[in-house]
């Protein structure tokens, strides 16, 4: 983890926010780029004022940007082939027939209030764009929903992020021990927030498993 964490503040410390654009694009894809590597890291550095003048406000900017950016390509590619074709060749795309029926069903099941709550959930929220592409749901109101859904869970990630860089020096910020140190001090928020991902995520596959196995068979 020490290895990756030092990577992870290198892209973030010389992209700055276009770095954390691409990898929010990439993460509302098919890529597995989970946003929790990707905010938090931006976060803490712009509270340790190290980011070539990036903000918190900016980090959730260009990470919501990110993700909606990323999700609409989903949506258009969705939207553009078609439901047979995705359970055709998706499998080539990270995107088999089981986890596409998964998506396909909690977006039925939850419908335009879907769309916000999958971002909130992993595994979902990287695939909630294609059911929506090819039941046509309105772009706008699929772009408002993305927007509001992925800037709340950049906005709760980017507080995390603060919380642990407020507590850093310039100097500590080059050492992943003592990111780690800062982070292990923050621990008790950042397990409630990672608890409630789980709980979410494993509500919603127990509402979604019946009928996307039905639909899988199909």
């Given amino acids: 983890m020490q290895h990756l964490i030092e990577i992870w503040f290198h892209w973030v410390l010389t992209g700055g926010y276009a770095a954390v654009f691409w990898l929010m694009a990439l993460e509302s894809t098919v890529c597995p780029i989970p946003s929790e590597v990707v905010i938090p890291p931006a976060a803490i550095v712009a509270a340790t004022q190290q980011g070539a003048g990036m903000s918190l406000i900016g980090v959730v900017i260009a990470g919501t940007l990110g993700s909606w ?40 099941r939850y419908e335009a209030g879907g769309i916000f709550f999958a971002r909130l959930l992993p595994v979902i929220r990287h695939l909630i764009s294609i059911p929506a592409g090819i039941i046509r749901m ?61 709980v979410l995520y494993f509500v919603a596959m127990k509402l979604t498993a019946p009928k996307a196995a039905a639909a899988s068979e199909a």
């Fill in 138 to 198: 309105g772009f706008v109101k699929f772009s408002i929903l993305t927007f509001v859904g992925a800037g709340t869970w950049c906005s709760v990630l980017a507080w995390l992020g603060g919380r642990v860089g407020a507590k850093l020096t310039p100097e500590q910020l080059q050492n992943a021990d003592a990111i780690v140190k800062a982070t292990k001090s923050e621990s008790f928020p950042i397990i409630g927030a990672v608890l409630l991902v789980c």
């Fill in 69 to 108: 950016f990323g999700s609409a390509i989903m949506y258009w590619v969705a939207r553009w082939l078609g439901r047979v074709a995705m359970l055709r060749w998706g499998k080539y795309f990270l995107v088999p027939p089981a986890k596409f029926a998964r998506a396909e069903v909690f977006m039925h």
